[in-house]
Each structure stands twice: as C-alpha cells, then as structure tokens.
C-alpha cells in the first residue's frame, strides 16, 4: 500500500492546495477526509486560479478518482455549484466519488450557524456561518441526515420532518425568527439528490480497495492542526478533525495505513476568526506580509491575522501528527525584509516553556521568544534549486527544521505548481 496524508500544521489556510495538486500528479486516488465548505483551497497551474472548497485538489489530475470521504459535511447545492464551476472551464469530474456515509449540511444548520453567531456578539467563535458545526452537532447526537438517506425518498423525508420539527422550535422559540418549510427544502434537496446520485457510492471500500491494489492513495483535509477539535485553540477551533488521524476516520481506512504525513506551513503564520494567536504582528511588517501574500481568506475574503512563524505551535502539530516531512509555502512574501524572526519559545509568568498550553488564559500571558535573522532582497520566486537560494533564505529555512524538529520535504517560492523546490518526494517513502 501506498498512502500519504497532506495536514496544515498550523491555522489553516497554509496552502494545502497546492502541494495535493502537486502531489497528487503521481497519485491514483485523492481523498478528501473532513471539513465542508468552509474550507477553501486555491490552486494556480498553466497561468490559471481556481477556488475548491468541497472538491478534492487531485480533481485536476486526469484519469484519477477524486474522493469525498464520510468525515466530510456536504452542502449539496454548494458541491454542485462546484461541479458546475469546474466542468464550465473544461475539468473533467466524472473521476469523482462521493461517500454513501458523508452528512449533509440543511438550511436549518445555516440558519442557526448565523442565529448563534449573532447571539454571541463579542464572544462569537468566528465561524464562517456556513451550518459546518451544527452539521457536525447532528451527526454526534445521532439524528444527522447522510447521502444515503437523501437517495431515499422516503427516509429523507422522515427525517426532515423530524428535525425541523426539532429545530424550528430553537429558530422560532430561542431566536425569534420564521420557520423554515418542509416542502421548500423537501424539493429542493430531491432535485440535488437525482444530480448527485451518479457520484456516490462507498468510499471507503473504493478507497481501501485502492490500498490494497497498491495503488497510490493521496489523502486531504481541511483546516489546520490548531484548528482541531481535540487538539486546537478550544473552543476557537473547527467541529473536526483536521490532525493526521482524522484522515483515516474520514475516509474509512486503518490508521495503519497511514505511515508518510506532511505539514504544510507557511515561512510565517496566519490565522482567520477569533483566537490565540501568541505571534501576530500589529504593525506594518504584519500589514505587509498580508498583502504581499494576499492574506485574505479563498470563502470568506477576510483579512487573515499575520505573526511571525510559531515553532512552538509547530512542535505541537508534529506531535499530533505524527508529522514525517515538512512543506512550507509563500517563502517569497519574506523576500525584502531587512530581519525575519521565529519564535522559538514563550515566556509565561516569567519562565520560560517550549510547549503549547491548553489553557486559554495561561496563552493570553504567553510572550512569544524570538529568534532574529537577518533577511534578504532577492527575487527568489525563479530558483529551482534549494543551493541557488539567498544564504539567509537558505539560514532561515534550515533554523526552521530544527526548530520543528522535521525535514523540509518542498520549499515554495511562488504561487504555481512549478514554483516549488524538491528536496524529498515523500511518495519514496510511502513506496
């Protein structure tokens, strides 16, 4: 079997996009495992951008199976948008499969997505309100809807009564808000089902069967690791699991399976919504690394929060992980800073520590150590050898895998596939 897994060791938004497409040019299957879609990757090759949020980033590769895993909460008329979107500018989708097992994200999810997040005021986790938690809220209580049951006529509409019944009191009773009508939603989600019926199938006995076939199994998710659910900033997290282990639930394989997991970060740190963010920067340096790097988010357009590269944060995400190799994007936006720093380190009531707590308040107090190195005014964004490199690009880069801990196994310098530096091909060691 041959199987790597793609995670972002950080907040998200690290550009796992670009190395599945990469990646994903030797694979056979590509494997979405959770997350919906308020989750955006954006891929540029041969000169041209595109968007994904529920399609998997292999769906470029020809003859390849694009996989939509059960951990993944699917908004049906967004997929199809998706579909749509790509077929119009010439991508072939009929590679793609979706899970028999993934849940569905109804309207009422959207609806109390927007109606908790306004409650909230200033206390709002920041969600893109997009229905992904109270998605993920059904599917643990039990009374979530799957694509097998929105197939099923008659069991679709069972449990739509059921629930709405349930939620229209909360919209009505807790938010004072109209309810929403079974017949709207009744025939508007038959009509996504009769579109999406020709996709779906099981997953993970395509999947598995692809492993033991030993064919060359490329698995994605969402998000980051510090946006986990176990294992993130709580409650300032997402309601999955984007940590490596949440591939193999999410696509329905052993975890035994899954022995080549790379992080994907970036030469500095992003974070979008509410949080502890122990490096962000509120200056012009940070002012200019967003806009150098077009730190805004691929669903939502907001502006992302910039800091200098966390390896404490780091060192957490490998552990986590698992982490075997290293990525790290956008290299470039760094190109013209007289000094670049990497936190190494925090300070917290005056020690000093080199883990990452859990405790929100103990992180509020956290004073990020910085290490200081000089930078550089190179255009790198042509060089395709790690030694045609700045020396100080090359510094930096190499004080970051000891800091991490993990090799690098790619070195972006650019937004297009091709602007990429390989120092290991991590399928070797999947082989």
């Known amino acids: 079997?041959?199987?790597?897994?793609?995670?972002?060791?950080?907040?998200?938004?690290?550009?796992?996009?670009?190395?599945?497409?990469?990646?994903?040019?030797?694979?056979?299957?590509?494997?979405?495992?959770?997350?919906?879609?308020?989750?955006?990757?954006?891929?540029?090759?041969?000169?041209?951008?595109?968007?994904?949020?529920?399609?998997?980033?292999?769906?470029?590769?020809a003859h390849k199976q694009a996989v939509i895993g059960n951990g993944v909460v699917i908004n049906p008329k967004a997929l199809l948008q998706e579909i749509h979107y790509l077929s119009g500018n010439g991508i072939d989708t009929t590679g793609l499969r979706i899970s028999n097992r993934a849940h569905i994200t109804m309207p009422y999810h959207i609806a109390l997505d927007q109606y908790e997040e306004e409650a909230k005021g200033a206390n709002a986790v920041g969600t893109t309100k997009r229905g992904i938690g109270p998605t993920y809220m059904d599917k643990a209580a039990r009374i979530g809807i799957r694509m097998c049951d929105l197939l099923e006529h008659d069991t679709f509409a069972a449990k739509l009564k059921h629930n709405l019944a349930l939620k229209n009191k909360i919209i009505t009773k807790v938010y004072g808000k109209e309810p929403l009508q079974f017949d709207e939603i009744f025939n508007e989600y038959i009509g996504y089902a009769n579109e999406l019926r020709k996709y779906v199938t099981d997953t993970s006995l395509l999947v598995n069967n692809a492993l033991d076939a030993d064919k060359k199994v490329l698995f994605e998710g969402a998000q980051g690791t510090m946006l986990d659910l176990d294992e993130g900033?709580?409650?300032?997290?997402?309601?999955?699991?984007?940590?490596?282990?949440?591939?193999?639930?999410?696509?329905?394989?052993?975890?035994?399976?899954?022995?080549?997991?790379?992080?994907?970060?970036?030469?500095?740190?992003?974070?979008?919504?509410?949080?502890?963010?122990?490096?962000?920067?509120?200056?012009?340096?940070?002012?200019?690394?967003?806009?150098?790097?077009?730190?805004?988010?691929?669903?939502?357009?907001?502006?992302?929060?910039?800091?200098?590269?966390?390896?404490?944060?780091?060192?957490?995400?490998?552990?986590?992980?698992?982490?075997?190799?290293?990525?790290?994007?956008?290299?470039?936006?760094?190109?013209?800073?007289?000094?670049?720093?990497?936190?190494?380190?925090?300070?917290?009531?005056?020690?000093?520590?080199?883990?990452?707590?859990?405790?929100?308040?103990?992180?509020?107090?956290?004073?990020?150590?910085?290490?200081?190195?000089?930078?550089?005014?190179?255009?790198?964004?042509?060089?395709?050898?790690?030694?045609?490199?700045?020396?100080?690009?090359?510094?930096?880069?190499?004080?970051?895998e000891e800091l991490a801990q993990t090799k690098l196994a790619t070195v972006s310098v650019g937004p297009d596939r091709d602007q990429t530096i390989i120092l290991h091909d991590p399928w070797k060691d999947a082989e």
């Open 233 to 400: 900033t709580y409650p300032y997290v997402t309601s999955s699991n984007p940590a490596a282990g949440g591939a193999a639930t999410g696509a329905g394989v052993g975890p035994n399976k899954l022995q080549t997991i790379v992080g994907i970060c970036k030469a500095y740190c992003t974070r979008v919504g509410s949080g502890p963010f122990p490096t962000e920067l509120h200056d012009e340096i940070g002012d200019s690394i967003r806009e150098k790097g077009n730190e805004y988010g691929v669903v939502t357009h907001r502006p992302r929060r910039i800091g200098w590269f966390d390896s404490v944060a780091m060192r957490h995400a490998r552990r986590a992980d698992g982490m075997t190799w290293l990525s790290l994007n956008l290299l470039d936006v760094l190109s013209g800073f007289k000094t670049v720093k990497i936190c190494k380190a925090y300070e917290l009531d005056g020690k000093k520590i080199d883990y990452y707590p859990a405790s929100l308040s103990e992180l509020d107090r956290c004073k990020p150590i910085y290490e200081e190195m000089p930078g550089w005014d190179e255009d790198i964004t042509k060089v395709k050898k790690f030694e045609d490199l700045p020396k100080n690009a090359q510094n930096y880069l190499h004080r970051i």
């Open 1 to 61: 079997m041959t199987a790597v897994v793609i995670v972002g060791s950080q907040w998200g938004d690290e550009g796992k996009g670009k190395m599945t497409d990469y990646l994903s040019q030797k694979a056979d299957v590509v494997v979405r495992s959770q997350g919906g879609n308020n989750a955006g990757h954006s891929i540029v090759f041969e000169g041209k951008k595109y968007a994904l949020r529920l399609v998997p980033s292999g769906i470029f590769g």
